[in-house]
């Protein structure tokens, strides 16, 4: 007899909206991933990506047990004997050459991924190593600086109550190709279509007129990069015009009057050719966010990975909170989690270490991972010698990724957590394959913070684990418990972790949670019994509950902060800036696509070339380029050839590149992917360039060159 076909409600997790699905099962085959619509918060929503989850699991490349390099032959080897080379090798590597020789590079899935937030941590703790790196600083890391600093708490990042604004002003962010980040939104395309309903406005602010744009009330083309100058001259407007409005709040943030100080010489005048938008454009923009009924400017990768990215994080703060739209219903709210995280998270260190080579600040325990090559090859005390990469695949994700690549040969141990054998993991002596998405239990720890509504689900494992597969948590697990027992640590607390695993923890949390007593008495058994989750309600105000400061203060912190402005005056302002001939590289993403890895399924690559190089019709014709062309493109570090698409919706003397291509590395074992290779992007980004103040790199207004 056939076995019977299976229902579950289960979560997304391959990018921060968390939509609802539901998912047909047989046996351990995967028959159908749909929207699921009786979940309250993504209501039937999916993206074509959903159904890469079921590509993933098929996977024919994917790898399913441990894999030993020997003489450049993989060879399938136990999970004991894996974890017991991996741990004896950290250890006599640590022993002979210090604590930081073993480096860790935590990649972007590890967010998405319940076991390896609650339970990665034991292993990174008993290995010790201050070398800790991940796609933080190619990513939001100004957002948790800018959090720490005036919230006191890193992950209390504030997102726009995109339900209830009249104004949305997207600054660098493409949410309908990306679905949304800081800030989880299912249907993005049908709340911003609701803001435009309710006579309210879209403003889009971004070097290319993006998807987003084109749905947008009023789209600026930017100069790459230049961000900060439109937010000091926003501010500078707001006073200049006495628009100046925080409301209660301006109680609370002691500092607030002397921000009118520091941006007065940036008059819309003065910054408007560098911005490269007219300064009556800039006044207009503040007279009608002012003039809301309420209002929000959100800033993400495209404002954040850029020269001046905390800087300019800090200042749309600052308009939100001089516009008296901080904690306000339609303006930057924060969220009121069911298991807030928060009091458990460490709040985030500043500038406590800097890294050994070339000085750059460590944030909460990391390394820029722009510095991570040089650690590596630089000989010294507290040289990289061995490292663990969990679900990263640095080699294309990060700046100068072939020099990242030269530096791994001369790593003497490498260990990839990881499922298929990428561009990164094939320097990899030994794979640890965890088991996809779909087959651990899931609840979304990060992103339920950063969602639209208060909300929580909880997803089960759709089926029970085969005892040879393993998840993210039961390998980090494994090696920390082997570690300490080689250091002649304290193993007790292990038994009663196995036993509870991170869903116990969550139940914990659940039940200490806002919502565990009263109304709602949320537990893990709760959710288990409403498998389409349960809606919590919309963003409430929370201030000053929300600042994690012990005096109950925003500390605004202009010695930190506005220091950067001598970095501003010189960087645009300075007399010898001679004219260059060169585009500034900006990046782009695709529906479906998912960083580095989900071009190995073949419905998410199949159709129009996507890894091409956008240009203005005006370059081409500078460059002489025609559309479907070859061109070399090359800047300080590197060049790359890639065919040139043509299009008006790209600002002129700006080109855009996507990332997470370049699949045709020797080693890589990813069948689909390489017969749809393009180029990485970051063999151009320069890794000695970064947003000083942060560390975080600089992947948009990368100045390159051009030949046809
Ligand atoms: N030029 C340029 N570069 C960029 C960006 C850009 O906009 N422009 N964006 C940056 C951003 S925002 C980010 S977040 C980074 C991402 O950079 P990374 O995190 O370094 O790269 P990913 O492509 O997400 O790699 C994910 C890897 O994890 C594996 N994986 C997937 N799921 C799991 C899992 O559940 N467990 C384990 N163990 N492994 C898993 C995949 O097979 C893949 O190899 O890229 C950054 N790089
Ligand atoms: N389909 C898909 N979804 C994803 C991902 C994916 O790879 N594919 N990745 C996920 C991850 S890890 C993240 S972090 C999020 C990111 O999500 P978003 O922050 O929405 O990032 P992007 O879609 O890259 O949009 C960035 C925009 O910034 C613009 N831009 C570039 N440089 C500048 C500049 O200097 N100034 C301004 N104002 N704009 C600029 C670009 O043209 C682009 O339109 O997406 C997530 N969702
Ligand atoms: S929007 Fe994100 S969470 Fe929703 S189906 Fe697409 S990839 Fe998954
Ligand atoms: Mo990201």
């Not at 098929?58 to 030993?68: A, F, H, V, W, Y």
């Not at 394959?433 to 997803?459: C, G, M, Q, W």
């Not at 498998?531 to 105000?541: S, V, Y």
Request: proline residues 5%; aromatic residues 8%; negative net charge.
């Amino acid at each position: 007899m056939p076995e019977a076909i299976k229902k579950h409600y289960s979560t997304c997790t391959l990018c921060e909206a968390m939509c609802g699905i539901e998912v047909k099962t047989q046996g351990r085959e995967i028959l159908s991933i749909a929207g699921d619509k009786a979940n309250p918060f993504s209501q039937g929503h999916v993206c074509p990506k959903a159904a890469a989850l079921k590509d993933l699991y098929e996977d024919t490349d994917r790898i399913k047990l441990p894999l030993k390099k020997v003489e450049g032959e993989w060879r399938e080897i136990s999970w004991e004997d894996a974890f017991d080379e991996v741990a004896q090798r950290f250890v006599s590597i640590q022993d002979e050459h210090g604590i930081d020789a073993v480096a860790t590079y935590l990649g972007n899935p590890n967010a998405h991924n319940m076991g390896s937030i609650l339970f990665g941590p034991y292993f990174y703790r008993v290995l010790k190593t201050h070398n800790r790196y991940s796609a933080t600083s190619v990513d939001q890391l100004p957002h948790h600086i800018v959090s720490r600093q005036l919230f006191g708490h890193q992950q209390q990042i504030p997102i726009p109550d995109i339900d209830h604004t009249d104004y949305f002003m997207i600054i660098g962010g493409n949410p309908l190709a990306s679905n949304g980040s800081i800030m989880t939104v299912p249907q993005i395309k049908k709340r911003l279509k609701a803001i435009q309903q309710r006579n309210g406005k879209v403003v889009v602010i971004d070097p290319k007129k993006s998807e987003t744009a084109d749905i947008s009330c009023e789209h600026h083309f930017i100069k790459p990069g230049s961000d900060v100058l439109l937010l000091l001259s926003m501010l500078n407007t707001l006073f200049k015009k006495g628009l100046a409005a925080p409301g209660d709040i301006a109680e609370i943030i002691p500092e607030l009057d002397q921000v009118k100080n520091y941006v007065a010489p940036y008059t819309p005048d003065r910054v408007a050719g560098h911005v490269g938008i007219q300064a009556l454009a800039i006044e207009s923009i503040v007279d009608e966010f002012s003039q809301a009924n309420s209002a929000v400017c959100y800033g993400r990768m495209g404002a954040s990975v850029q020269a001046f990215g905390t800087l300019t994080q800090y200042l749309i703060m600052l308009f939100n909170i001089l516009t008296g739209n901080l904690d306000r219903r339609g303006g930057m709210m924060f969220t009121q989690p069911a298991a807030d995280t928060l009091p458990h998270a460490g709040r985030g260190s500043l500038g406590k270490f800097k890294s050994r080579v070339r000085g750059l600040p460590a944030f909460a325990g990391e390394y820029p991972v722009s510095c991570l090559a040089e650690e590596i090859t630089t000989e010294g005390e507290g040289q990289i010698k061995a490292m663990l990469i969990g679900a990263g695949n640095p080699i294309l994700t990060t700046p100068n990724g072939e020099q990242l690549d030269k530096a791994f040969e001369k790593l003497d141990f490498v260990v990839a957590v990881d499922f298929f054998i990428t561009e990164t993991s094939r320097h990899a002596d030994i794979i640890l394959p965890p088991v996809t998405a779909l087959e651990r239990d899931h609840y979304d720890i990060i992103f339920h913070n950063f969602a639209v509504r208060n909300f929580a689900k909880y997803s089960p494992a759709l089926f029970e684990p085969a005892a040879e597969h393993l998840t993210d948590w039961q390998i980090y697990l494994s090696l920390a418990e082997r570690i300490e027992v080689l250091r002649g640590g304290n193993t007790t607390q292990y038994a009663a972790l196995w036993d509870k695993q991170p869903k116990g923890v969550v139940d914990d949390m659940l039940k200490a949670g806002l919502y565990g007593q009263g109304e709602h008495q949320l537990s893990l058994k709760k959710l288990e019994a409403n498998p389409h989750g349960i809606d919590l309600g919309p963003l409430q105000p929370d201030l000053p509950n929300a600042i994690y400061h012990p005096d109950q203060t925003i500390h605004l912190e202009f010695d930190y902060f506005m220091q950067d402005l001598e970095r501003v005056e010189s960087h645009f302002f300075s007399a010898n800036q001679a004219e260059q001939d060169t585009l500034q590289l900006i990046g782009r993403r695709h529906l479906k696509s998912n960083n580095s890895w989900l071009h190995n399924s073949r419905r998410m690559v199949k159709g129009a070339k996507r890894c091409t190089a956008q240009l203005h019709p005006n370059d081409a014709e500078r460059f002489n380029v025609q559309d479907g062309q070859f061109i070399k493109v090359s800047s300080r570090v590197g060049q790359v050839q890639i065919e040139a698409e043509v299009t008006d919706k790209i600002m002129p003397g700006v080109i855009s590149i996507p990332h997470g291509w370049g699949h045709n590395k020797k080693g890589a074992k990813l069948k689909v992917a390489e017969q749809h290779a393009g180029v990485s992007v970051n063999d151009l980004t320069d890794e000695m360039v970064v947003d000083e103040l942060s560390g975080n790199a600089v992947l948009n207004g990368v100045p390159v060159w051009l030949e046809a």
